[in-house]
C-alpha cells in the first residue's frame, strides 16, 4: 500500500510504530500529509494556516531523532493544532478578523510539549471564532464543511480539527472544549474526541473564551490515539495557577480492561424528547453493547439538567466578556482607521474587529455582570454550577460511569442555524455538564443515521479517571464498525 493510501485509514498508534521501524521516513509521511491536507482543504476549509516548510524542517529533525534510536512516542508524527492554542512563529488567528495578523512570539504549554516529542506541527485549524458557536461557521475565514456531506456542518468550535481528523488531513489534532467544542464535533464527523478533567492540562497559551470552563483536548481516529496524544500534553504546568499534578502517570494504563463488572448509568432525562429517534436508538444499542461485554447498566437522574444551558451560558458569557475586553484596538487585534478620539478608535475596533456571535455573547455577558442583575443572573448560575456538580457527584457514588448522547441530532444543513440560534444553543444540553462540573469526556461514535451521518455517544466518568474511561470507549470501538468520510 502506498503512502497516500495509508493515510486515509492509518492511525496514531500505527503511524508512530511505522516510524519508529523505518517503514518511511517523517519527512515523507509530513509531506504526503501536507499534499492531501491542500488540495482537501478547497472541500473542508478545515485548515487556517498551514506550517509547511517549518514542518519539513520539523520532520527531518525528527529522521536524525528515530535514526538514532532516540524516538519518543510521537515523534515524527504530523498533528494540528486549533487556531486558539498560541504557536510561536505561527500565526493564531482565533479565526477572528480582529487577530487576523497575530503571530505569537511564544509556544502554548502544549505545543511545547509536543515540540519536546518533536511531533511535527502541521498547520492550524479552522474554528468558531474565539470558540464561541456549535457549528464552526461564525469563523473569519469561511465554515468549515463535513467530511461525511460537504453540505453539512462540522460542528463546533474545534470543528476544523475534527473535519480534519475524518478526511485525513491529519492523524490528529488538539481542540479546546469549553461546553463541548471537542466532542459535539467529534460527533459530527465521526472521529473521537477526549475532554480532559479540568486542570488536567496547562491552559497556558490557550487564547481563553470562560477561564472556569476552558480545557485543550485531544481528536482523533480512535479513544487510544486520544490517550497517546492526552500523555503528551498532561500534567502540572507552573505558567497556569489552575493545573493539577494528575493522580496518573499513563492515561493509556487501564487501555486492555474492558467494562467487565463496570457500573455505567443511563440519566433518563438525555433521553427526552429533544434527542432525536435515530440518536436515542443508537446510544440505547451501544448501551446494549456494553451490557453484553459484561457491565451493569442502570438508570440513574440528574434532576437540574433542564438549568445547565441557561447556566453554562451565563457564566461562560459573562467569563468571555471580561477575557475579551482586552481585544480593544490599542493593546491588542485589529485596529480601526476610523475615530479621533481613544474611545471612538476602542469602539470602532471592537466593531470591525468582532463577528455577530462574538459581539452577542459579550453583550449578554456584560448584561449579567451589571448591577443589579448580578444577583439575578449570574450568581444564581453559579448555585446551578454547584448543584450539578452535586447531582453528578451522586451519580457516581453508585456508577463508574456515565453514557449519554453526545448531540441530540446528527450534523445539520450549512446555514440552518441562522433562524434557530436558541436551537442551536438548546443543543449543547448533552455535553455542558461534563464542563460545568469539571469532569473528564469522551465521544465516539456509536452508529450512522439514515443519511449516513455518524452519531456519538459520550461516556463521562470522575475526576481524573481517564484511564478507565478511554479503556472503556476503546473497548466498544472495537466493537462497532465504522465507516469512513466520503472524502
Do not use: W
Request: glycine share 8%.
Amino acid at each position: 500500500m502506498s503512502l497516500k493510501e495509508l493515510i486515509k485509514t492509518a492511525t496514531l498508534k500505527e503511524l508512530s510504530n511505522r516510524l519508529k521501524n523505518k517503514d518511511f521516513s517523517s519527512v515523507e509521511l509530513t509531506a504526503a500529509y501536507l499534499e492531501r491536507a491542500k488540495e482537501l482543504n478547497q472541500k473542508t476549509n478545515a485548515f487556517i494556516t498551514f506550517n509547511e516548510a517549518e514542518a519539513l524542517k520539523e520532520a527531518k529533525k525528527a529522521d536524525e531523532q528515530i535514526a538514532k534510536g532516540e524516538a519518543q512516542t510521537l515523534t515524527g508524527t504530523p498533528i494540528a493544532v486549533k487556531d486558539n492554542i498560541s504557536t510561536k512563529n505561527l500565526k493564531t488567528t482565533c479565526a477572528s478578523k480582529m487577530l487576523e495578523n497575530n503571530t505569537p512570539i511564544f509556544d502554548a504549554t502544549v505545543v511545547l510539549k509536543l515540540k519536546e516529542q518533536s511531533a511535527v506541527i502541521l498547520g492550524k485549524t479552522n474554528m468558531d471564532e474565539f470558540a464561541m458557536g456549535s457549528t464552526s461557521e461564525t469563523s473569519y475565514f469561511g465554515a468549515v464543511r463535513n467530511p461525511y456531506d460537504l453540505s453539512a456542518v462540522s460542528g463546533g468550535s474545534s470543528g476544523g480539527s475534527a473535519a480534519a481528523v475524518a478526511a485525513a488531513q491529519c492523524p490528529a489534532a488538539l481542540g479546546s472544549d469549553t461546553g463541548g467544542s471537542v466532542r459535539q464535533p467529534a460527533a459530527f464527523c465521526g472521529i473521537t474526541g477526549l475532554k480532559p478533567t479540568y486542570s488536567a492540562v496547562s491552559r497556558y497559551g490557550l487564547i481563553a473564551f470562560a477561564s472556569s470552563l476552558d480545557q485543550i483536548g485531544t481528536m482523533a481516529k480512535t479513544a487510544e490515539d486520544c490517550g497517546i496524544l492526552l500523555n503528551a500534553i498532561m500534567g502540572k504546568d507552573n505558567l497556569d495557577a489552575t493545573s493539577a499534578a494528575t493522580p496518573f502517570s499513563d492515561s493509556l494504563s487501564e487501555i486492555n480492561r474492558g467494562v467487565k463488572g463496570l457500573k455505567i448509568g443511563l440519566p433518563k432525562e438525555f433521553f427526552g424528547d429533544a434527542i432525536s429517534e435515530e440518536v436515542k436508538v443508537a446510544v440505547f444499542k451501544a448501551a446494549e453493547t456494553y451490557k453484553n461485554m459484561g457491565a451493569e447498566i442502570v438508570e440513574v437522574s440528574l434532576p437540574d439538567l433542564k438549568y445547565a444551558v441557561a447556566a453554562y451560558y451565563l457564566i461562560s458569557s459573562a467569563e468571555a466578556a471580561s477575557n475579551l475586553s482586552r481585544f480593544d484596538g490599542i493593546k491588542y487585534g485589529h485596529r480601526s482607521e476610523i475615530g479621533e478620539t481613544y474611545e471612538e478608535v476602542i469602539k470602532n475596533s471592537r466593531s470591525e474587529g468582532f463577528g455577530k456571535e462574538v459581539k452577542r455573547r459579550i453583550m449578554l455577558g456584560n448584561y449579567a455582570l451589571s448591577s443589579g442583575y448580578y444577583d439575578a443572573y449570574y450568581n444564581k448560575a453559579v448555585k446551578i454550577r454547584q448543584k450539578l456538580r452535586f447531582e453528578m457527584d451522586e451519580i457516581f457514588k453508585s456508577c463508574d460511569l456515565i453514557l449519554t448522547p453526545t448531540t441530540p441530532t446528527t450534523a445539520y444543513k450549512l446555514g440552518a442555524g441562522d433562524k434557530t440560534l436558541t436551537k442551536i444553543y438548546s443543543a449543547d444540553i448533552c455535553t455542558v455538564t461534563a464542563n460545568i462540573a469539571g469532569l473528564p469526556a469522551i465521544s465516539t461514535p456509536c452508529g450512522y443515521d439514515a443519511a449516513g451521518l455518524p452519531i456519538g455517544m459520550s461516556l463521562v466518568s470522575k475526576a481524573f479517571a481517564e484511564p478507565s474511561l478511554i479503556a472503556a470507549a476503546n473497548a466498544f470501538e472495537k466493537q462497532f464498525e465504522r465507516r469512513g468520510a466520503v472524502l
